[in-house]
């Protein structure tokens, strides 16, 4: 592909450090592969591949080379590099996570040093300790531990600030509070030649908080990472075409719906938009997570990222910036980070509650002490124990943690979430509902039979079919397309749900869709083969077309593997009875209905939850949506603009049915996970709480439980993690 | 007790070691790329040239 590098892959290099994403990495031998190809290269002084965010960083002896060497050597190996520069958003949480770092080592360190101090003092309280080494040993504990305390505690004393400053009241409140209050006592403790000192308990406690902060936002980081390195995929800069026909380079913000750009060879696409004139073979594998390039000719629509092959294009654009496929997939992602699933939104709704409790509750437990006649020191020294105790941190990170775990899990995944309470739902699902044609079918271009239709009407209908949005319609359309080049769609169509569309052309009614809807006999379907019919009717005159399906790759595997996971399955299909029995009997599925009206499936949908079934329904997006909605939840398959577009909670790129079943495995075992979380919590809480308020409780074991039990929390939502990284059955595999 | 003047400070002194060559590791992005690291020690075509 060297001859297809053209101008715009010789990056100007104004530094000598550079940061590339690399596509196409399947396997951990990609790191070798790449760094010992780049090694060779006199060009570069440096090639490092990070395997965790799939960036490469290189650096060159010399400034002004071009970038054309890497870019050949690595698509030699089948590798593509994209120039790629850190967003704020993911540059501000690598630093935020960089600073929690480096808190939790000077917490780490002091609490190490202040607690073999301790163990001194605790060992000679129990023999004979002079009074002055104790004293010593205590002033040296308050030296290491307040400036580190100091240092350690700013995450939480300035969300503490930030809260109280909102009035409000978080986590934050109490642990700070809790901090401070046990240092100042030990302070005090240590001033009056006491036994006993706490610098201990509010260094442990900072450093196991860290430590659960830390391993949540180690786990966002890398789900934004991803997120960044699609973002990194639109080309910055177009070239289009003047009215004069001339060219001019522009950046992609500067390009406009309707403006036509050029794209050279090799180039990735700054718009969406149509091909008008070329053909050319595209990567999409970012849409489709396909690693085929795929031909597109005129009247096709290619997106923002795709990067073209040998030929070259001219491009209408449509959508520009923000209203790209590619920026809204990528927004998608970004959301999921802080869409709140059920469970968060109860853990938020605790945690608000229970913030005031735990002040309360310590303020009252001191002031019982004092009633009971303990001395106020006493008092306060328990008091402080219950306010670190209570702090329900662990339940406020039992489901977030989980959250984004398992939503980073389906990204991967190519799995896209646009509901918050996706996983407690899917998890439920005990019945799964196929619709047929697009979902488990795909419609074959090659067995399309237009039964006499002439060729000057199978452009009427290939124009009236790409209003639509079916899947059998769009590709009448596109097989039409690729024998007489780019059409346009005919204007003013209106749709009939779940029959088919109509217009007039040239006075004359036009109607495509299903037989009846266009009051023709339906041809003989050849027996055992899954054939699909549609019709047209061009004012009096009306002909049937059929066209062959195939079965998605892994719809076999798919279909027997969500059986063995317990799972009922049923095809509800609107097309005939003929067509959807071959299909059914090829999955063995023994529940299915054909010549279903939307409406029918509704009541199918609604009866099934009746009996109280979980229904999931995988179903196409755009033509099904009335059934999407009916069922429990629903996935939808998708490509290209669907993905924004379809009406399901979630929405899969790429041609393999296998990620249902996935889906629903880490979703499972998200669930399972939120409520193991929920109850380590409540357990921990229910035990701790009297056992603190009845004075059994020092500070230190009260730091150490209550620390103790939001890491333990926090490990073991990143339990969900590897089941979801482990469990990636056929669909990677295969790939690689 | 003398022996604390000169056992205390060495004890700290050598957490604060152990404290520094950590934030220098963490400042030159040693744990950028954990998953590659892993890897990347399993490469021994460094020695194929010795």
Not at chain 1, 714 to 725: D, P, S
């Amino acid at each position: 592909m060297g001859a297809a590098m053209s101008d715009s892959h010789t990056v100007p290099l104004t530094d000598l450090r550079r940061e590339w994403v690399i596509e196409g990495i399947r396997s951990p031998q990609a790191q070798k592969d790449i760094e010992h190809a780049l090694a060779a290269l006199p060009e570069l002084r440096y090639a490092r591949l990070n395997l965790t965010n799939r960036r490469l960083t290189t650096e060159w002896t010399k400034k002004g080379q071009s970038a054309a060497v890497l870019m050949a050597a690595l698509d030699a190996l089948g590798y593509r590099a994209v120039p790629f520069t850190q967003n704020e958003a993911e540059a501000l949480q690598a630093a935020r996570t960089q600073w929690l770092l480096r808190c939790l080592a000077v917490a780490g360190f002091a609490a190490m040093n202040v607690m073999l101090l301790s163990v001194s003092v605790w060992s000679g309280n129990a023999t004979e300790i002079a009074p002055e080494t104790r004293d010593l040993f205590h002033w040296l504990s308050a030296l290491i531990a307040l400036p580190a305390a100091g240092f350690a505690g700013q995450p939480f004393f300035y969300a503490a600030i930030a809260a109280l400053r909102e009035r409000e009241m978080t986590m934050d409140v109490p642990i700070s509070l809790g901090v401070l209050l046990a240092l100042g006592m030990s302070v005090y403790e240590t001033a009056v030649h006491a036994h006993h000192a706490y610098f201990d308990s509010a260094l442990m406690l900072l450093f196991f908080l860290l430590l659960g902060r830390v391993l949540d936002h180690v786990m966002r980081l890398r789900t934004r990472a991803l997120a960044a390195n699609l973002a990194a995929l639109r080309a910055p800069f177009a070239h289009r075409l003047k009215a004069d026909g001339s060219l001019e380079e522009v950046p992609a913000d500067a390009l406009q719906s309707g403006d036509v750009m050029l794209v050279a060879a090799g180039e990735r696409l700054a718009a969406d938009g149509t091909v008008i004139e070329g053909r050319s073979d595209m990567d999409d594998s970012f849409l489709t997570g396909e690693s085929m390039r795929r031909m597109v000719s005129p009247g096709d629509s290619v997106f923002a990222g795709m990067m073209n092959g040998a030929g070259q294009l001219r491009i209408k654009v449509a959508q520009t910036g923000a209203r790209t496929v590619l920026a809204e997939i990528e927004d998608l992602m970004e959301k999921a980070l802080h869409v709140r699933s059920r469970y968060v939104q109860i853990a938020d709704r605790i945690a608000r509650i229970y913030a005031p409790i735990v002040h309360v509750t310590a303020a009252l437990t001191a002031l019982g002490w004092i009633l009971a006649g303990a001395s106020l020191h006493d008092a306060i020294i328990i008091a402080i124990a219950v306010l670190i105790i209570t702090c329900p941190c662990a339940l406020a990170l039992a489901a977030p943690a989980v959250q984004v775990v398992v939503s980073g899990g389906l990204f991967r995944n190519g799995l896209l979430m646009r509901a918050g309470d996706v996983i407690e739902r899917m998890a439920d699902v005990d019945y799964v509902v196929f619709d047929k044609t697009g979902t488990l079918t795909v419609p074959d271009p090659a067995g399309l039979d237009f039964a006499g239709l002439p060729p000057d009407m199978r452009i009427i209908a290939a124009r009236l079919a790409m209003a639509s949005r079916h899947p059998l319609a769009r590709a009448l359309g596109a097989a039409v397309q690729a024998q007489n080049g780019a059409l346009s769609p005919l204007a003013n169509v209106t749709e009939v749900t779940g029959q088919g569309v109509e217009a007039f052309y040239e006075k004359t009614l036009v109607r495509l869709g299903s037989p009846a809807f266009c009051q023709v006999e339906m041809g003989p379907a050849p027996m055992g083969q899954a054939v699909s019919h549609l019709a047209f009717r061009f004012g009096e005159q009306a002909w049937c077309i059929s066209m062959t399906q195939t079965l998605r790759i892994d719809a076999v595997k798919t279909v027997a593997e969500l059986k063995a996971m317990g799972l009922e399955v049923m095809i509800l299909s609107g097309d005939h009875q003929e067509a959807v029995r071959p299909v059914a009997e090829q999955l063995s599925i023994k529940t299915w209905q054909g010549g279903l009206s939307p409406a029918d499936k509704l009541t199918q949908l609604q009866k099934l939850r009746a009996e109280g079934h979980t229904v999931l329904m995988v179903g196409d997006g755009l033509n099904d949506a009335p059934a999407l909605a009916a069922a429990s939840v629903s996935i939808s398959p998708a490509s290209g603009a669907d993905v924004t577009q379809a009406a399901a909670d979630l929405v899969f790129m790429g041609e393999r049915l296998g990620v249902v079943p996935l889906a629903l495995r880490l979703c499972r075992k998200g669930r399972r996970v939120m409520v193991e979380n929920f109850l380590l919590a409540l357990v921990y809480n229910l035990l701790a709480v009297p056992l603190a308020m009845a004075g059994w409780v020092t500070p230190l074991i009260a730091a150490a439980a209550m620390s103790g039990s939001s890491v333990l929390v926090a490990l073991n939502a990143l339990r969900a993690r590897h089941i979801a990284a482990g469990g990636l059955p056929e669909t990677k595999r295969e790939q690689s | 007790m003398s022996v604390l003047l000169y056992l205390v400070p060495t004890a700290l002194g050598l957490g604060l070691l152990g404290l520094f060559a950590f934030m220098w590791s963490l400042k030159t992005g040693q744990y950028d790329d954990l998953e590659g690291a892993a890897h990347r020690i399993l490469d021994d075509d460094d020695l194929r040239g010795t």
